[in-house]
């Protein structure tokens, strides 16, 4: 998508022309002067627009241009109560939430805007992993899985890191995290984990944005609950003051390890046909809600092919765009349900009017 900018051009020209005719009467005779003219003199001034680069993963912009410099980064981490708080998950630009064995929970936290020191607890890989990261390439961090498993991860085209080959980019029980038992106590660098390479450079986009200026119109969500297995159900409350989504589980508000509360810019729910435990289809088609600024949109996610991201679009056939920012997809099981909390709909402002105020001539 294209960004708009707006350029602005000065240019600034006098001329100064100056004509002085002299006449001197005398001695016999008229003598006359030719006129005289001033050079003319221009001045030009131009400003320049430097356009800013944007973050291939969030839409947003990227004034130090890093995340053109790097590939995505995707780190398997694990969402137990065993695991909780976690740590820079608040900072991905990306997170799938899968529904694994027994219900639970996990995530593919994505990495390229920011690199957060340290991320984790790290986890195995999954059957729905390779399809869902396939289309980023990058780096793919996790730690251990069934060997089918980590089979399909070393076959995508990504660069695929377990703890034994990480060297010193993962450690057991980081410095300033909770003190956790294995295998909830194995956390990655992300610093280190990008200086081991991955292709491509950056990342291709996931999503596709609003224009900065766009307003998002539709029924109106204070909050909405998405219902996962219980103890892993999760709880979204629109925040107009950060324009964030704020997430709690529990009743409880979801943070990680020094009190940051998780709080994307989007949030989709994406209905996702399981053909078993942890086998979450991402390939195909099905009914997608996607929040964003206070306001849910419906309509159908569709991705034919594995080596491209899904699309999501209405009843019409159009695009829906995200509000550049951070986003979490809720990879939902199909049946579940998710409940929302209306709020104030959202409509379009009507347009600008001008009153003309009609003066009286008098006459004299």
Known sequence: MKRQTRRWGTAVAGVLVLTTALAACGGGGDSKKAAVKKPTTTSTSTTTTVKIPIAPLTGALDPSGAAATRPALEIKVENTPDARPQVGIDQADVVYEEEVEGGITRFVTIYNSVVPELVGPVRSVRAEDPDIVWPLGGIFAYSGGAQVNVDAINAAPVKAIDESA??????????????RDAPHNLY?????????????????????????????????????????????????????????????????????????????????????????????????????????????????????????????????????????GRTWVELLPVGRTVDITPGPPVTTPPPATTTTVKKKSSKK
Do not use: C
């Not at 990480?166 to 003190?179: E, F, I, L, T």
């Open 188 to 324: 990655a660098y992300p610093p280190k984990l990008f200086a081991l390479g991955g292709q491509p450079v950056p990342p291709l986009p996931l999503f596709t944005y609003l224009p900065n200026t766009a307003i998002v119109t539709g029924p109106g969500v204070a909050g909405m609950h998405v219902n996962f297995d219980s103890g892993y159900d999760v709880q979204w409350d629109w925040d107009a003051a950060s324009k964030t989504w704020l997430r709690s589980m529990n009743g409880v508000p979801f943070t990680v390890t020094g009190g940051a509360r998780v709080a994307p810019t989007n949030v989709v729910v994406q209905y996702t046909p399981y053909s078993g435990d942890a086998e979450g289809q991402t390939v195909g088609e099905g009914d997608v809600w996607i929040f964003t600024d206070g306001v849910v949109r419906v309509g159908r996610w569709v991705r034919p092919d594995k080596t491209k991201p899904a699309t999501y679009v209405d009843a019409s056939g159009q695009p829906i765009l995200l509000r550049p």
């Open 166 to 179: 990480a060297g010193d980019a993962m450690v057991r029980n980081a410095s300033g995290q909770p003190p």
